[in-house]
């Protein structure tokens, strides 16, 4: 029987983890720091849909102490983020400690509207930086309608050049996800784990690779695939 996707589960995957003595690090706070700790963790939500869903997990995290990182489209069909109550959302994360990225579709919006890649970022980013008030330093790909995804842009144009610090998926700036384990709930209702940017057939939860004390670990966890007491499934 799978673990279900709880809110009450996550935080106990979090309490877990703690426990472990793992230490939590945002990807900005990973990038400028490096940590070394023997257990190291960083947790990441990407916000694909459903915004309204994130601050329950924000705030299980922020009573736990931990600081996570949140990426949101500012080019979603499924919601605005700069609404009144989604900026409020992202500005609340900000006030309890997490980081608010760009989820990044630059790809998909010159298929779809012809805008030039880079200024589509950097008018997105300073969009966020203007509206939040604080520093906006990185992006994660949004895997859309491009027939690869939005990171065959960052290839090409590292995220340095754009002025943030890092792009989710880099190997030179981040440089986490070749050498990590990552653990992702995204992909039709299962988890799965690349193991130094290797696909595994693992399919365990991430309070499994909590428990093998796997470090660093670096968490992708959709906030719209969990729930409070039921899982109404949402279409996507
Ligand atoms: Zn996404
Ligand atoms: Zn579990």
């Keep these: 029987m799978p673990c279900p996707l709880r809110h009450d589960h996550f935080r106990e ?9 793992y230490r939590f690090y945002t990807c900005a706070q990973y990038v400028a720091r490096r940590p070394d700790e023997e257990l190291v963790a960083v947790l990441r939500h990407d916000i694909d849909i459903l915004p309204e869903r994130a601050p329950a997990m924000a705030s299980i995290e922020a009573e736990l102490g931990i600081s996570a990182t949140y990426f949101f489209r500012l080019h979603a069909n499924e919601y605005n983020a700069l609404s009144h109550e989604n900026l409020a959302i992202m500005r ?15 790809l998909d919006l010159r298929a779809s509207c012809g805008v030039e890649p880079a200024t589509g970022i950097q008018v997105a980013v300073e969009t966020l930086r203007g509206l939040l008030g604080v520093p906006v330093v990185g992006v994660a790909s949004h895997n859309d309608i491009t027939p690869d995804n939005n990171l065959d842009f960052f290839r090409e144009h590292p995220a340095e050049q754009l002025g943030l610090a890092y792009e989710a998926y880099d190997e030179h700036a981040l440089n986490l ?3 990590s384990w990552y653990i992702t709930d995204g992909y039709f209702w299962r988890w799965r784990a690349f193991d130094h940017g290797r696909l595994t057939d693992n399919e365990d939860c991430l309070c499994k690779h909590v428990a093998a004390a796997r470090t660093p670990l670096y968490c992708l966890v959709h906030p719209h695939l969990w729930y409070a007491q039921h899982a109404h499934r949402v279409r996507y």
Excluded: N, R
Excluded at 13 to 21: D, K, P
């Design 92 to 106: 609340d994360l900000v006030d309890q400690g997490h980081e608010v990225g760009l989820h990044a579709e630059p």
């Design 177 to 179: 996800f070749p050498t």
């Design 13 to 21: 995957i979090l309490e877990q983890a703690l426990a472990s003595g």
